[in-house]
């Protein structure tokens, strides 16, 4: 059986003068087909976000 890896790229912004804070979250995933998920998050950090999935056929070589 292969190892299966998954990447996290993980940022916040924060910028008191405008009153912001955000998150963002990229995650590379193997998916239970054998093909290969791009998933981001955003939105204020402590809140709810929004999710975002982009499927690719096959798996990444990282």
């Known amino acids: 059986m ?3 890896t998954v990447q996290y ?3 916040e912004r ?3 003068a405008r009153n912001m804070a955000r998150f963002y979250v990229l ?3 193997p998916t ?3 093909d290969t998920a791009l998933v981001r998050e955003w939105g ?3 809140g709810r976000g929004r999710r975002r999935l982009d499927l690719f056929k096959g798996r ?3």
């Open 2 to 4: 292969s190892e299966l």
């Open 32 to 34: 239970l087909f054998g």
């Open 27 to 29: 995650t590379i995933e």
């Open 14 to 16: 924060r910028d008191p």
């Open 44 to 46: 204020p950090l402590g």
């Open 9 to 11: 790229l993980v940022l």
């Open 60 to 62: 990444v070589q990282l």
